[in-house]
Antibody, heavy 121, light 108 residues
């Protein structure tokens, strides 16, 4: 069955880097757009980044543009989020989600349970 | 950036009642690419509705979506106990993708 499982979260200091992983099963990341969405404690959802099925482009929210990079390893069927220059306001639960289609303009139809990132000194 | 404004912030209703959620976009949402998600406490979001009115796989028919111009509506015809949750709208037709602030449905 379709599943995405995030990992890589933890407690880090401001200004440092962290890489999140999202292992996909039951489908190929080469057939669907893939997304990262986060949720700060007690807050709403914030879309961060998307990569379409063919990896031809990437789109980012202004809040993370230039600091975060979405990528994938098709041989591992895994999505990544490289997060640099982390700030305290990046503290959140980070979700990986599968798109319902190939293009970046797809709804997110399967979500993982999230991985928690805490940025604190 | 398209801003989505959800109202009300909280709905207090009883099981069996009808729930209506509003999501207003600050500008036209391309191709009606508007989705609704449900998030129960401690759980990941779940896709309910996409393209403004299409139900996602496995979603009961008590959930329905509609639109009029830049106003989108999610309706739950009769609330079940498991429907008490937070509901978010999202537009995915324009970058950056944006979510509304959410509406919480609580038991009255």
């Amino acid at each position: 069955q379709v599943q995405v499982v995030e990992s890589g979260g933890g407690v880090v200091q401001p200004g440092t880097s962290l890489r999140l992983s999202c292992e996909a099963s039951g489908f190929s990341v080469t057939n669907y757009a893939m997304y990262w969405v986060r949720q700060a404690p007690g807050k709403g959802l914030e879309w961060l980044a998307v990569i379409p099925y063919d990896g031809s482009d990437e789109y980012y929210a202004d809040s993370v543009k230039g600091r975060f990079t979405i990528s994938r390893d098709t041989s591992r069927n895994t999505l990544y989020l490289q997060m640099n220059s982390l700030r305290t306001e990046d503290t959140a639960l980070y979700y990986c989600a599968k798109g319902g289609g190939q293009a970046w303009w797809s709804p997110q139809d399967y979500w993982g349970q999230g991985t928690l990132v805490t940025v604190s000194s | 950036e398209i801003v989505l404004t959800q109202s009300p912030g909280t709905l207090s209703l009883s099981p069996g009642e009808r729930a209506t959620f509003s999501c207003r976009a600050s500008q036209y949402v391309g191709s009606n690419y508007l989705a609704w998600y449900q998030q129960r406490p401690g759980q990941a979001p779940r896709l309910l509705i996409y393209a403004a009115s299409a139900r996602a796989t496995g979603i009961p028919d008590r959930f329905s979506g509609s639109m009029s111009g830049t106003d989108f509506t999610l309706t739950i015809s009769r609330l079940e106990p498991e429907d008490f949750a937070v509901y978010y709208c999202q537009q995915y037709g324009n970058s950056p993708l944006t979510f509304g602030g959410g509406t919480k449905v609580e038991i009255k």
